[in-house]
């Protein structure tokens, strides 16, 4: 016989920056696989220096980094270890971002902008990576700017059992905090059986980040428990005022369920001084001791994000843990 069969055994290898690495050892132990061992470290003038300590050839290489503040630190991080593993002769790279960084900005509002989340894509193509796995994408069209597949997990679920358990369903409607989170409303509403839906009209200061003033509640909700849903809570300001509009209108209980955590600045203040009676995150971003308060509950992504790589690692399908949806 000529020529060299190769052992054709695929493995996987599963690699965490330094931004969150209690998330990536839980879902490490959820596959059952160690962390590869990597030595990464700052030089004095802020570069960053990455090197595996085994051999990485012919891999399935997953890695993991949560965008988290300092953000361009963990995102150049994730590009070294890419670029890293491309130079190593990786068989294939799947870049796991639970929170994807720059997502929010996705188009030009006004002339002379940056599409910044469409630069991330490029920049991880351009690194090295085949594929993209994240959770609650700001905008679903955003998968379109990534040329590879794009596995986008929904922690709906996660979510949606957590207040399953503990609401009166009949009593219950979902709110979107602006119009751009009605789909998601949609399918909050569905998952709790048809729920009623309300949306708060809002309206931005352009020239002002992170600047809301509310306006309208359209859809019923006095005397009803509130659900207020979004995939992020960075400063709270949206939420906080969304829940006093709502208490406003007559709503006898509000709740807030997102996906990520960003929870800057005062965030962590405007939320335990609202009225609003329990915020539910998942810890896709680490969300360290002194910004955890009495109505948070933090509830762990890592089972999902363990079961989507063990689904493209074993080439099955990941839109089949969400219905169809993606």
């Known amino acids: 016989m000529s020529g060299i069969k190769a052992s054709g055994q695929k493995k996987l290898m599963l690699f965490s920056g330094r931004a969150h690495p209690d998330l990536a050892k839980e879902v490490a132990d959820n596959l059952h696989v160690e962390l590869t061992p990597t030595s990464a470290y700052d030089f004095a003038n802020g570069e960053t220096f990455v090197r595996f300590l085994e051999s990485v050839r012919g891999s399935d290489a997953f890695v993991i980094q949560s965008h988290t503040a300092p953000i361009n630190q963990w995102i150049m991080e994730q590009l070294i270890m890419v670029d890293a593993l491309k130079r190593a002769s990786a068989k294939r790279i ?22 910044s989340a469409r630069l991330m894509a490029d920049l991880f193509k351009t690194a090295g990576a085949d594929r993209l796995i994240t959770v609650d994408l700001h905008t679903a069209q955003i998968q379109g700017f990534f040329d590879g597949p794009v596995d986008h997990l929904f922690a709906l679920d996660l979510l949606a059992d957590h207040f399953e358990s503990r609401l009166d369903l009949s009593q219950v409607t979902v709110v979107a905090p602006d119009a751009g989170r009605v789909r998601v409303t949609e399918r909050w509403s569905d998952r709790l059986g048809g729920v009623p839906m309300a949306i708060i009209h809002k309206k931005r200061d352009p020239d002002v980040a992170n600047e809301v003033k509310v306006f309208d509640v359209v859809g019923e909700v006095k005397g009803r428990t509130c659900v207020i849903v979004d995939d992020m809570i960075d400063t709270g300001g949206t939420i906080v005022k969304a829940a006093d509009a709502l208490f406003d209108n007559g709503a006898s209980k509000v709740v807030v369920a997102a996906t990520h955590g960003v929870l800057s600045g005062p965030a962590v203040d405007r939320l335990k001084n609202s009225r609003i009676s329990e915020v539910v995150l998942t810890n896709t971003l680490p969300i360290p001791e002194e910004k955890q308060f009495d109505k948070l509950t933090v509830l762990s992504i890592a089972p999902l994000v363990a079961r989507a790589i063990n689904e493209v690692f074993s080439d099955g399908s990941v839109t089949s843990l969400f219905g169809g949806h993606s």
């Open 94 to 115: 799947t870049v796991v971002a639970p929170f994807f960084g720059y997502a929010r900005q996705d188009k030009k509002h006004r002339g002379r902008e940056p599409i």
